[in-house]
């Protein structure tokens, strides 16, 4: 389910920007949903409260919630009041390189608190808010600028996130998180080949069983997901290129015939690769994906 709020109707000639800026004011309440974007929500005047993976979050003017693509959440808004809605496709988080690797420190959420986390907050706001400035300048090279800022943003949080001291953080914990960095750049410098949970636990070193709680644990979607959601991003990028025949997306991609590739594109993405680069010429939004990806 992806849910718009009905103060962003009125951007709707921008739906094609990888990042989408919403001034937000309305007391609208959104039940159990989720999005293949990551959302970001800034208040400025109330509290803003959502539940996320089951977790209640209470966000103050001046805190950031960030909520990655997959996780189901809701919203609760205030009777009035004013907050900034930040959404950000994949695409443009897989064009940051590296940080593609980095994300799964973004799951469930990140709640960026006043009272905790002052030593990144007001870094962290400043890209938010020199975002939102170029935003509304509305010329020739604004989306440039917001996207810079917003990499920015990610990029910050990402560093922080990496490098913040924890009280349960040892070295067996450090050595899990190289591991699975290295574990995530594999599986997107080679997710055109066929990749197997057995294959990917041989080599991480650790037994199958163990190898996909964990993984889980750190990227908040099963090794099967992540290996998929790598291919899909790479035929959405083949197919960007508009000489390169849909044939050859589907073997540079790994699929064995053009009826696989077709059949599994459209699964996850509604359309099938001839209607996806068509959609994409014409400028026109895709159409929303399955509410719940294709079981394995």
């Not at 600028?145 to 917003?150: E, G």
């Not at 090794?223 to 083949?238: A, G, I, S, T, W």
Request: some cysteine.
């Amino acid at each position: 389910m992806d849910k718009s709020f009905a103060s962003m109707r009125q951007l709707d000639h921008h739906v094609q920007a990888p990042i989408r800026i919403y001034p937000n004011q309305e007391a609208d309440d959104y039940p159990p949903h989720w999005h293949r974007k990551y959302e970001i929500i800034m208040p400025v005047v109330k509290s803003y409260s959502a539940v996320v993976d089951h977790e209640d979050y209470e966000v103050l003017p001046g805190e950031i919630l960030l909520i990655p693509s997959g996780v189901v959440h809701e919203l609760f808004a205030p009777d009035e009041g004013q907050r900034y809605i930040i959404m950000i496709d994949q695409e443009a988080i897989y064009a940051l390189e590296g940080l593609d690797h980095a994300q799964h420190c973004f799951y469930p959420c990140v709640h960026i608190r006043a009272d905790r986390d002052g030593d990144i907050l007001d870094s962290l706001k400043e890209c938010l808010w020199q975002a939102i400035g170029e935003h509304e300048k509305n010329d020739l090279l604004c989306q440039g600028a917001v996207t810079a800022w917003i990499h920015l943003f990610l990029i910050r949080l990402g560093r922080w996130l990496l490098l913040r001291p924890n009280d349960n953080q040892n070295e067996h914990r450090h050595q899990m998180n190289e591991t699975f960095l290295d574990v995530y750049a594999y599986i997107t410098a080679h997710c055109s080949e066929k990749i197997t949970l057995e294959d990917m636990a041989a080599y991480s070193g650790y037994s199958k069983y163990h190898f996909a709680r964990i993984f889980k644990e750190y990227s908040g979607m099963s090794f099967y997901e992540f290996y998929m959601q790598q291919r899909m991003m790479l035929c959405r990028q083949l197919l960007a290129d508009m000489d390169v025949p849909v044939t050859e997306v589907a073997l540079r991609s790994g699929f064995g015939s053009i009826a696989t590739f077709n059949r599994v594109f459209k699964q996850y993405e509604g359309v099938t690769p001839t209607q996806y680069r068509k959609l994409k010429q014409q400028g026109r939004r895709t159409p929303a994906a399955p509410a719940e990806g294709p079981s394995k």
